[in-house]
């Protein structure tokens, strides 16, 4: 009988051309805005990693619990061993230290009088020649002046907070903050480049400087306020890192002692768990609303071959048929029919999405305008993710078509049939 | 010897609604059909021949009285025992011949068979028995569009006798087509109604059909006035 079928949609261009081109297309574009949505979300959390959050980032109980303040005097101290068993523990996991601070970065004139002040974000990395920070950072691609730190007391600074307080390459500044513990802190510092991310939160007042300068500068030399860990695949699995930090939060933190070690993975920084699940939510409604709008155009269109096919439906419940049995036969036509849609309209996704991943799209303009962190060129990720939502629309649209067009059938009269197919 | 009743009506009536009351369409219907009877409904539009032909198809039910179709009780039987008595044992001819217009003459003969489940090779056999009943083996790849009216109604006859029903209903098969046709498929159904027994009843006003039948049922106005066997044929 499915071969019957199947001789019976080929053989009828009506039955199959507009169907199949209607499920291709959808699924096309489902496939591809699902991987445009991946390469956004994925962007995103590259970002973040890299610059905020890691892939999972191990701080205090009390540190994480005001996390976006980044209260460094709220560091773990003291843990030297601890972090070396870490390291051990989860060779999986590349282990760098951070500190972000806050401070007033203060150029003074020629004789040394205070000429301007600005707030600055900063954010203290290991930036000794062999460091894969740098490389994580960007910061070969992001220096827009000079060159990075080689030695101690050597200092990037945010091109346009350069650009804003007038500092030249080669000027010295003195960065006032306070140590962990309250006290006034301050350090000279020689501006040796400038960078820009093209993230306006780094870029509106960040400095960079070597860990170990800021690590004196703020009496942090036994704390460590904040430790990135990164998957050595540099691939973000959200699975795998849940199981790790689990399993460390288990060992290692303690709920009653707020200066324990805790381990949060990205997803439970700040909003950024929230955020991923907005893109997750995103693809599952434009899924829904693809299988409606596309059910709706088959359903139209399945009205539409029921009156063509009205006699043909009318001889087969004459001859013998149940309804149920006309019923299926349509809803098995149209899982052929979505079947075929899908895989080409996969095939399509695919190739729209490799044609876009030529070139990519800028966002560096986007970026600039918002806060948000994803990279400048943003790709389409093709994940088995992006084909299953693609093909699942596919054939619900293609199902939900022919399942409302079909019950048609059950409004027929039998009786009738006779006058009806003698006219 | 008593021959076997292939279907049973007793004091039958269907009744339909209208705005001003229920209308008749037939009344007190007594009548026997026995195995290998060819014979016909006549009588003028709105005599209620197909309204009878539709009960004794399992299409509708009676509205009072029996109807028994090869053991069955008609009006007891909901939809899905009526389609499978007729996938099983019933056959149908109509006067548009309405051919399912994407497959051949082969798969729409086949069609009924596919409904039963049968096997492969024996529904083949019996596919290519019916077309040579009809006389198409040179239009076995055709399809219903490269066909004359006769031809597309000899496809009919083919599948609504491929499954060896005990029963073919019959309806104004000839209405559409010329003479010289029409007496070859009335030829054709006479023989198959001979040579393997099936019973036939039909419903018609063409001469030429009356003119082959063996028994000849006049209706007026839904009801039976006269019931006659014929001589010869």
Same mark, same amino acid.
């Given at each position: 009988?499915?071969?019957?079928?199947?001789?019976?949609?080929?053989?009828?261009?009506?039955?199959?051309?507009?169907?199949?081109?209607?499920?291709?297309?959808?699924?096309?574009?489902?496939?591809?805005?699902?991987?445009?949505?991946?390469?956004?979300?994925?962007?995103?959390?590259?970002?973040?990693?890299?610059?905020?959050?890691?892939?999972?980032?191990?701080?205090?109980?009390?540190?994480?619990?005001?996390?976006?303040?980044?209260?460094?005097?709220?560091?773990?101290?003291?843990?030297?061993?601890?972090?070396?068993?870490?390291?051990?523990?989860?060779?999986?996991?590349?282990?760098?230290?951070?500190?972000?601070?806050?401070?007033?970065?203060?150029?003074?004139?020629?004789?040394?009088?205070?000429?301007?002040?600005?707030?600055?974000?900063?954010?203290?990395?290991?930036?000794?020649?062999?460091?894969?920070?740098?490389?994580?950072?960007?910061?070969?691609?992001?220096?827009?002046?000079?060159?990075?730190?080689?030695?101690?007391?050597?200092?990037?600074?945010?091109?346009?907070?350069?650009?804003?307080?007038?500092?030249?390459?080669?000027?010295?500044?003195?960065?006032?903050?306070?140590?962990?513990?309250?006290?006034?802190?301050?350090?000279?510092?020689?501006?040796?480049?400038?960078?820009?991310?093209?993230?306006?939160?780094?870029?509106?007042?960040?400095?960079?400087?070597?860990?170990?300068?800021?690590?004196?500068?703020?009496?942090?030399?036994?704390?460590?306020?904040?430790?990135?860990?990164?998957?050595?695949?540099?691939?973000?699995?959200?699975?795998?890192?849940?199981?790790?930090?689990?399993?460390?939060?288990?060992?290692?933190?303690?709920?009653?002692?707020?200066?324990?070690?805790?381990?949060?993975?990205?997803?439970?920084?700040?909003?950024?768990?929230?955020?991923?699940?907005?893109?997750?939510?995103?693809?599952?409604?434009?899924?829904?609303?693809?299988?409606?709008?596309?059910?709706?155009?088959?359903?139209?269109?399945?009205?539409?071959?029921?009156?063509?096919?009205?006699?043909?439906?009318?001889?087969?419940?004459?001859?013998?048929?149940?309804?149920?049995?006309?019923?299926?036969?349509?809803?098995?036509?149209?899982?052929?029919?979505?079947?075929?849609?899908?895989?080409?309209?996969?095939?399509?996704?695919?190739?729209?999405?490799?044609?876009?991943?030529?070139?990519?799209?800028?966002?560096?303009?986007?970026?600039?305008?918002?806060?948000?962190?994803?990279?400048?060129?943003?790709?389409?990720?093709?994940?088995?993710?992006?084909?299953?939502?693609?093909?699942?629309?596919?054939?619900?649209?293609?199902?939900?078509?022919?399942?409302?067009?079909?019950?048609?059938?059950?409004?027929?009269?039998?009786?009738?049939?006779?006058?009806?197919?003698?006219? | 010897?008593?021959?076997?009743?292939?279907?049973?009506?007793?004091?039958?009536?269907?009744?339909?609604?209208?705005?001003?009351?229920?209308?008749?369409?037939?009344?007190?219907?007594?009548?026997?059909?026995?195995?290998?009877?060819?014979?016909?409904?006549?009588?003028?539009?709105?005599?209620?021949?197909?309204?009878?032909?539709?009960?004794? *198809?399992?299409? %509708? /039910?009676?509205?009072?009285?029996?109807?028994?179709?090869? +053991?069955? !009780?008609?009006? &007891?039987?909901?939809?899905?025992?009526?389609?499978?008595?007729?996938?099983?044992?019933?056959?149908?001819?109509?006067?548009?011949?309405?051919?399912?217009?994407?497959?051949?003459?082969?798969?729409?003969?086949?069609?009924?068979?596919?409904?039963?489940?049968?096997?492969?090779?024996?529904?083949?056999?019996?596919?290519?028995?019916?077309?040579?009943?009809? *006389?198409?083996? %040179? /239009?076995?790849?055709?399809?219903?569009?490269?066909?004359? +009216?006769? !031809?597309?109604? &000899?496809?009919?006859?083919?599948?609504?006798?491929?499954?060896?029903?005990?029963?073919?209903?019959?309806?104004?098969?000839?209405?559409?087509?010329?003479?010289?046709?029409?007496?070859?498929?009335?030829?054709?159904?006479?023989?198959?109604?001979?040579?393997?027994?099936?019973?036939?009843?039909?419903?018609?006003?063409?001469?030429?059909?009356?003119?082959?039948?063996?028994?000849?049922?006049?209706?007026?106005?839904?009801?039976?006035?006269?019931?006659?066997?014929?001589?010869?044929?």
């Amino acid at each position: 009988m499915l071969k019957f079928l199947i001789k019976g949609i080929f053989r009828d261009r009506h039955r199959w051309f507009f169907p199949i081109l209607i499920v291709m297309f959808s699924v096309a574009i489902m496939v591809f805005f699902s991987a445009f949505i991946s390469g956004f979300q994925l962007s995103y959390i590259r970002q973040s990693a890299r610059f905020s959050n890691g892939h999972t980032k191990v701080v205090s109980r009390a540190y994480a619990e005001v996390l976006e303040m980044k209260h460094y005097d709220l560091a773990l101290m003291d843990i030297d061993d601890e972090f070396e068993e870490w390291k051990a523990e989860y060779p999986q996991l590349e282990w760098f230290e951070r500190i972000n601070f806050g401070a007033l970065l203060d150029v003074p004139d020629e004789f040394g009088e205070t000429e301007t002040q600005v707030d600055v974000a900063g954010m203290a990395v290991d930036l000794t020649g062999s460091s894969k920070e740098i490389e994580r950072l960007q910061l070969k691609q992001a220096l827009r002046k000079g060159r990075l730190p080689r030695e101690s007391g050597e200092i990037l600074l945010s091109d346009l907070v350069a650009d804003k307080i007038e500092i030249s390459l080669g000027d010295s500044i003195t960065l006032m903050g306070s140590t962990m513990f309250g006290v006034m802190s301050l350090r000279n510092f020689e501006v040796v480049g400038t960078v820009e991310f093209g993230i306006p939160a780094l870029d509106r007042g960040a400095v960079l400087a070597d860990l170990e300068d800021i690590r004196e500068m703020l009496d942090m030399q036994d704390a460590k306020s904040e430790i990135f860990c990164y998957l050595k695949d540099e691939e973000y699995n959200l699975k795998t890192l849940t199981q790790i930090a689990n399993d460390f939060n288990r060992r290692y933190s303690d709920e009653d002692d707020e200066f324990s070690p805790l381990m949060l993975r990205l997803h439970d920084q700040g909003s950024l768990g929230s955020i991923l699940s907005l893109y997750d939510h995103s693809q599952f409604w434009m899924s829904i609303g693809f299988i409606v709008i596309i059910g709706i155009v088959l359903w139209n269109m399945g009205l539409l071959n029921g009156i063509r096919r009205y006699s043909e439906n009318g001889i087969r419940l004459a001859i013998g048929e149940s309804k149920d049995q006309v019923y299926a036969s349509l809803l098995m036509e149209a899982l052929i029919i979505g079947i075929i849609g899908c895989i080409l309209g996969v095939a399509l996704g695919i190739l729209f999405c490799h044609l876009f991943n030529k070139v990519g799209m800028d966002l560096s303009l986007y970026n600039k305008s918002t806060n948000m962190m994803s990279e400048n060129i943003l790709y389409t990720v093709l994940n088995a993710r992006a084909i299953i939502t693609g093909t699942l629309t596919g054939l619900f649209a293609s199902l939900l078509g022919s399942a409302l067009a079909g019950t048609a059938i059950y409004k027929r009269e039998i009786s009738q049939l006779f006058k009806e197919l003698e006219t | 010897m008593m021959k076997e009743k292939v279907a049973i009506v007793k004091n039958m009536g269907k009744a339909f609604p209208t705005g001003e009351g229920d209308f008749w369409a037939l009344k007190h219907i007594n009548l026997q059909f026995e195995r290998g009877e060819f014979c016909g409904l006549v009588g003028p539009s709105g005599s209620g021949k197909t309204t009878l032909l539709n009960i004794l *198809g399992s299409l %509708d /039910k009676p509205s009072e009285g029996e109807v028994e179709v090869l +053991g069955k !009780q008609v009006h &007891r039987l909901n939809h899905k025992q009526a389609s499978k008595l007729r996938a099983a044992k019933l056959g149908f001819i109509f006067q548009t011949y309405n051919l399912l217009p994407v497959y051949n003459v082969y798969e729409n003969i086949e069609f009924p068979l596919l409904l039963l489940k049968m096997d492969g090779a024996k529904r083949d056999r019996m596919v290519r028995d019916a077309i040579e009943w009809v *006389g198409l083996e %040179d /239009k076995i790849k055709s399809r219903p569009n490269q066909l004359s +009216g006769g !031809q597309c109604q &000899r496809v009919a006859i083919a599948r609504a006798m491929v499954k060896r029903p005990e029963l073919v209903l019959a309806d104004e098969p000839t209405a559409n087509l010329d003479s010289e046709n029409s007496y070859m498929i009335l030829d054709t159904m006479q023989n198959l109604n001979k040579e393997l027994g099936t019973t036939f009843i039909f419903s018609t006003h063409d001469q030429k059909v009356i003119s082959y039948l063996r028994r000849i049922i006049t209706l007026t106005d839904g009801e039976v006035s006269s019931d006659d066997i014929q001589i010869s044929s």
